[in-house]
C-alpha cells in the first residue's frame, strides 16, 4: 500500500489533503514555492488538529504523531523523488498544472502516481504533457478536506484500472468516501453545481428575489446546509467563474455562461469570503450571516 506521499500546494486544500494523509500513517512531504505558505499550512494544521482535540475525537498523542509525519519542501523536484504518489493542489490554473506535471513526470519514480487536485480541469489534457498517462489521475477533495468525507476520483482516457483501483483504496485508507467518474468538463460534482450557484445568481439579478430568501429557500426546502450564494462566496466567485468557463469552454452551451452579476463581482474584487465581501460580507469576530450593502438597497 502507498504510504509515502507528496502534496504540492499549501494553500487551504493542499494542507488540508497533508493533514488527513498524516492523521492517517502516510509519511508526507508538502511542498510549495514560498516558504512563508509553508508555515502558514502547518499552523493551520496544528490549529485544526486542536480543534479535533476539543471535539474529543483525537489525542494530543495522535496531534503530535500527525504533525512529526510531514516534512517540507520549497523544492519540487525533490520533494517527490521518493513518493509513491504525488498529489497537485495548485491554483486552478491550467498552464501552471501543465508546468508541474511536466516537472513531477520528470523527477518522481516510474511507478509513482501523479494525481491532481483539480475541481474542472481536464484530467486527460494534464495527463497528455507526461509519459506516464496510464497512471495520472483526478482526486477531487471537497473542502474542508479534513470534514467532508468524498473525493471524487477521475479517470482520465488514457488512465489505468489499476491505477483507479489502487486510488480508491488509498482513498478508503483516509477514512473517505470514493466516487468515480469520467473525465469531462466538471467531472459531476462542478457539472452540477456551477449551474445551480449560476442560476441562483441570475434569480438575484434579475430581482427575483433577495440574497437571504434565495438561500433560506434551498436550506430549508432542499436540505442544503448552505445555500448556494453563501457557498458561492466560500469557494470563492473567482474560482466559481473559472469553472463555469471550462463548463461553457467544453460544452460550447450557453447554459453555462457566467451570470453578469457573477462577472462583474469577480472584476470588482468581491470574492467572497477571501476578499471579505461577496454577496455576504464577513467581518473578523463575527460569525453572523451579514448581507452585503450593494444587496440590501
Not at 523523488?81 to 491550467?94: G, H, K, Q, S
Not at 479517470?155 to 484500472?161: E, F, H, M, P, R
Not at 445568481?201 to 430549508?220: C, R, T
Not at 452551451?253 to 462577472?263: G, S
Request: aromatic share 6%; proline share 5%.
Amino acid at each position: 500500500m502507498l504510504q509515502t506521499i507528496s502534496v504540492i500546494g499549501a494553500g487551504t486544500m493542499g494542507n488540508g489533503i497533508a493533514h488527513v494523509f498524516a492523521q492517517n500513517n502516510f509519511r508526507v512531504t508538502l511542498i510549495d514555492v514560498h516558504a512563508s505558505q509553508l508555515e502558514k499550512a502547518l499552523q493551520t494544521i496544528s490549529k485544526n488538529l486542536e480543534r479535533q482535540i476539543a471535539k474529543g475525537s483525537l489525542s494530543e498523542e495522535q496531534k503530535k504523531n500527525t504533525l512529526s509525519l510531514i516534512k517540507t519542501s520549497t523544492d519540487v523536484s525533490s520533494g517527490v523523488r521518493d513518493a509513491a504518489l504525488v498529489i497537485e493542489a495548485a491554483t486552478e490554473n491550467t498552464e501552471l498544472k501543465l508546468k508541474i506535471f511536466k516537472q513531477i513526470d520528470e523527477a518522481a519514480p516510474p511507478d509513482c502516481i501523479l494525481a491532481t487536485n483539480t475541481s474542472s480541469i481536464s484530467i486527460t489534457r494534464i495527463a497528455s504533457v507526461t509519459k506516464r498517462p496510464h497512471l495520472v489521475i483526478g482526486m477531487h477533495f471537497m473542502n474542508p478536506v479534513p470534514v467532508m468525507k468524498l473525493v471524487e476520483i477521475i479517470n482520465g482516457y488514457a488512465t489505468k484500472k489499476e491505477t483507479t483501483q489502487k486510488v480508491i483504496e488509498i482513498t478508503k485508507q483516509l477514512g473517505k468516501i470514493p466516487c468515480t467518474v469520467n473525465d469531462y468538463p466538471g467531472f459531476i460534482a462542478n457539472r452540477i453545481l456551477m449551474p445551480m450557484i449560476n442560476e441562483a445568481i441570475y434569480s438575484l439579478y434579475e430581482g427575483v428575489s433577495g440574497v437571504e430568501a434565495i438561500d433560506n429557500i434551498m436550506k430549508l426546502g432542499m436540505a442544503h446546509p448552505m445555500g448556494p450564494l453563501q457557498l458561492a462566496d466560500f469557494i470563492g466567485l473567482d474560482v466559481c467563474i473559472s469553472i463555469l468557463a471550462v463548463l461553457y469552454e467544453g460544452f460550447g452551451n450557453p447554459k453555462y455562461a457566467p451570470c453578469p452579476l457573477l462577472t462583474n463581482m469577480v472584476a470588482g474584487g468581491y470574492l467572497g469570503v477571501k476578499s471579505g465581501e461577496g454577496f455576504y460580507k464577513y467581518l473578523p469576530g463575527n460569525k453572523e450571516l451579514v448581507v452585503s450593502d450593494r444587496f440590501t438597497k
